[in-house]
T-cell receptor
Framework: DTEVTQTPKHLVMGMTNKKSLKCEQH?????MYWYKQKAKKPPELMFV???????INESVPSRFSPECPNSSLLNLHLHALQPEDSALYLC?????????????FGPGTRLTVT | DQQVKQNSPSLSVQEGRISILNCDYT??????FLWYKKYPAEGPTFLISISSIKDKNEDGRFTVFLNKSAKHLSLHIVPSQPGDSAVYFCAASVEEGGSEKLVFGKGTKLTVNP
């Protein structure tokens, strides 16, 4: 089983709103990731959590705030976003295989900032 | 500087024939490579991976070849099917801050014609 779930599937928010994206996996994976993907571009890494601790922040603006309440859950809190933040937000988790880690992605949340 | 390069933005093949997608990398510290398939507005789907200690890995219709000396890998799909039409991303895994992160190529859009 390699399922990562994300809610909501779609989100429209104004620039003054506060909203949260949620990601969940029950595969026992100890690393979880947030990515942002614009159309016709590869996924762009935002944050990495390893054993529930933030290990990588790719210089993401503070209007994006990640949270890892437990090993199965990952949230991304959004506040005062800009229209250019509209994108597909992807969550992933990874498992160790022989030779390296494989990341499994959720279906994404399509975010539109108006 | 782009560390993972997919120089062909698009590829078109006939159903039943072989599809060959290519990827080059520059960082010799990369030790694990992955291929993902992506449909529009969905999360990437993991296809196949290969460790740098191997030169070939096969899974059904998908085979990945790695040429370390040339820093080149390729994904072969045979026989190609219309359902394989998607964007394919090559990714390389690298350790940073105690975590693994993926470096993606820009993707190749594959179209399999019936």
């Amino acid at each position: 089983d390699t399922e990562v779930t994300q809610t909501p599937k779609h989100l429209v928010m104004g620039m003054t709103n506060k909203k949260s994206l949620k990601c969940e996996q029950h595969m026992g994976h100890r690393a979880m990731y947030w990515y942002k993907q614009k159309a016709k571009k590869p996924p762009e890494l935002m944050f990495v959590y390893s054993y529930e601790k933030l290990s990588i922040n790719e210089s993401v603006p503070s209007r994006f705030s990640p949270e890892c309440p437990n090993s199965s859950l990952l949230n991304l809190h959004l506040h005062a976003l800009q229209p250019e933040d509209s994108a597909l937000y992807l969550c992933a988790s990874s498992r160790l295989r022989t030779g390296g880690y494989e990341q499994y992605f959720g279906p994404g949340t399509r975010l539109t900032v108006t | 500087d782009q560390q993972v390069k997919q120089n062909s933005p698009s590829l078109s093949v006939q159903e039943g024939r072989i599809s060959i997608l290519n990827c080059d990398y520059t960082n010799s510290m990369f030790d694990y490579f992955l291929w993902y398939k992506k449909y529009p507005a969905e999360g990437p789907t993991f296809l196949i991976s290969i460790s740098s200690i191997k030169d070939k890995n096969e899974d059904g219709r998908f085979t990945v070849f790695l040429n370390k000396s040339a820093k080149h890998l390729s994904l072969h799909i045979v026989p190609s099917q219309p359902g394989d039409s998607a964007v394919y991303f090559c990714a390389a895994s690298v350790e940073e801050g105690g975590s693994e992160k993926l470096v993606f190529g820009k993707g190749t859009k594959l179209t399999v014609n019936p």
